[in-house]
């Protein structure tokens, strides 16, 4: 049959789908649920933003001779002893350059290894910049650091204090915060590919138990019936989508007006990261989708498809697991892995558009997960046919068709 | 044959379920334009031989064409068929059941809609379209399944076991569609364990026992494969006359029960008139399909044939 009578049987099929739910009394409950597990959702996903945050914990970058940051560091050593090495600063020494002022622009910028801010000036003016709260514990160190470094030297230098200039932004919060808006993204991404995608599975049990699977196995191909019921249920969440960001945003204009302006902005910009959110959740949608309506579609009963639901939840969060470890090193071989499983794919490329500017990678790794679904479901079409239709020759050890010929 | 003029065409077809062999090389020629039965016991591989036909599973070996086409999928836009196990969505109305069947097989939703309501009215069932199927009567709901199975104007209906679980009247409207469909040309192959029903409708017929064709050819074809039957009572109770009849006839009440010899009702009737018979009564019937399934697919097929009519009379 030609690709374009499978799309037209397809069709078909997504439309009966589409109304009959989107048009059910059940649908006004389903637009409604998710607002109980959203807020929980927010709960964890700042945990998790804490979490990462302490991960990847951004170095100051001291300018200074070797002398004097060896100095710096044995009193860093010597405040080590008094509290956590975690709770510390780290310390990067940076050899004085020509230009200062352009060596402390650069090393703000620098993103590997992610920089908070820079001191320079020596012992004699010491001076920070940097992305920092004014009296919060990164100035705080660095203080009792200088003066613990000046103290036995003490009629050599004066005591001179800190000075301080904090910036808006700096390598090491933007890296934080990108990291942030990357793991917000894939949480987001993972959380509706959760709660979606889980319908897909009891797709087909309403045909298989009103046997109008025989009515559809006679007219359209398998594929189109398992192309069709996919594209409906990912318009029917894309629905449920647009009705939930739509409440959301009018929640934030409401309640917390500048809500949306102070979310960290994206490596690839807002409206590029907006546009890949739905491709990336529809190619999420997809790929899962079509495992799950593969999986399903061997089950014959409500019982074996509620049997087999928590199974695929775990299978989800382990696949949301393993895209988020990626998050805060994008070229991590985990995080490459992530980007090239396909199954994980899309929720590992959305977070790499928050955190690494190149569009390139997310051309080619769309083109992959387009090829992934036409796979997979050309596979789950396969396996319906064969085991639940009981189509075609049948599964044969070399030995039996040895025997049969 | 001429195969341009076969409607469905199917060549040693094999299926193995396992390795259980649910058909075992059956072969059909149905022409285009016919009534076509397919007769068995049930578990004789008659859905199975449809669904391979249909192309909603494929042989283990062996070949088929629907109207020309060796991909039966292609030719879903001219076929309409009805399972055994009628499926319609409980939610769905009547029209748009109508109109979404006529839709899976190429009809576009506003025609399909619009045939939908004048198939529904002529069928006395206007009122209701655009009721949900679950508001049905069984004979309503699959009514309305059978208009979705003409809706898209087929030339070929594919129908299993089409006439059980419908009542007296709903047999006879059924058997009433299927000659008006034929009328306009459009091809029946329906399957049923009801010979009654193939014995009036069809030209052509397969009977198929375990997996295999025991049979296929006109329905005339099988009946003439046995000899009339005559049924005989006379007023002497003996004499020369008893040599005109077979020695195997049987005694039926006062009736003697044979089969016509080969030589004709002339013959016979002399040698008993002149054999002193007196003859009360003399019918020579033409054998059944009945008769003819029990000789050609055995006495346990028929038996099987009969407790599965019995079972849907029953139901």
Known sequence: ?405 | MNASILAVEARDLVKFFGDTKAVDGVSLAVPAGSIYGILGPNGAGKTTTLRMLLGIIDPSTGERSLLGYDRPLEAAHVVGYLPEERGLYPAMSCLEAIAFMGALRGLPVREGRARGAELLASHGLGDWAKKPIRTLSKGMAQTVQLLGTIVHKPKLIVLDEPFSGLDAINQEKLEALIRRQTSEGTTILFSTHVIAHAERLCERIAIIARGKVAFEGGVDEARNRLRQIVHLRTRAEDGPWRSAIPADARRVGKEWVFELPSGGPEPLLKALIEGGAGIETLSIERPGLHDAFVAIAGEAAAREMGDAQNQAVAA
């Open chain 1, 1 to 405: 049959m030609k690709l374009k009578q499978i799309i037209q049987s397809a069709f078909v099929i997504a439309r009966r789908d589409f109304t009959a739910t989107v048009f059910s009394k059940t649908f006004l409950l389903f637009l409604i649920g998710p607002l109980f597990p959203a807020l929980l959702g927010g709960g964890l996903g700042g945990i998790g933003a804490k979490i990462d945050e302490d991960a990847r914990k951004p170095v100051v970058e001291v300018i200074a001779n070797d002398t004097d940051f060896a100095r710096i560091a044995q009193a860093r050593g010597r405040l080590a002893m008094a509290m956590s090495e975690e709770d510390l600063i780290i310390l990067v020494q940076a050899r004085p350059e020509a230009n200062l002022g352009a060596q402390r622009d650069r090393l703000l910028k620098q993103e590997d290894p992610p920089v908070l801010g820079v001191l320079e000036g020596g012992l004699e003016k010491p001076f920070f910049s940097g992305a920092v709260n004014a009296d919060g514990r990164t100035i705080r160190q660095l203080q009792w650091m200088l003066d613990d470094t000046r103290r036995p030297i003490a009629e050599h230098v004066p005591n001179v204090a800190l000075g301080v200039k904090i910036l808006n932004q700096s390598s090491g919060t933007l890296q934080a915060a990108r990291a942030l808006t990357a793991r917000a993204g894939q949480f987001l991404l993972f959380f509706l590919t959760l709660l979606l995608a889980g319908m897909v599975l009891s797709q087909l049990i309403e045909e298989k138990s009103n046997k109008v699977i025989e009515i559809l196995s006679a007219a359209v191909p398998v594929d189109a019936i398992f192309l069709g019921k996919l594209f409906a249920m990912l318009a029917i969440s894309l629905v449920g989508i647009a009705v939930w960001v739509i409440a959301g945003a009018a929640a934030i204009s409401i309640w917390a007006p500048n809500g949306l302006g102070s979310l960290p902005e994206p490596a690839v910009g807002w409206p590029m990261f907006l546009a890949l959110g739905p491709v990336y959740f529809a190619m999420s949608y997809l790929l899962i989708g079509g495992v799950f309506l593969g999986i399903g579609a061997q089950a014959s009963t409500v019982r074996e498809v509620q049997t087999l639901s928590m199974p695929v939840t775990m299978a989800q969060v382990l696949l949301f697991g393993f895209a988020s470890m990626g998050v805060g090193h994008p070229d991590s071989p985990v995080a490459l892995g992530a980007s090239v499983f396909p199954l994980s794919s899309p929720f590992s490329m959305f977070g790499r558009a928050a955190e690494q500017a190149a569009l390139w990678p997310h051309a080619v790794a769309l083109l992959w997960q387009a090829l992934w679904v036409v796979l997979i479901l050309k596979i789950s079409a396969g396996l319906f046919r064969r085991s639940v239709l009981k189509s075609g020759p049948g599964f044969r050890w070399p030995w039996q068709r040895r025997a049969a010929a």
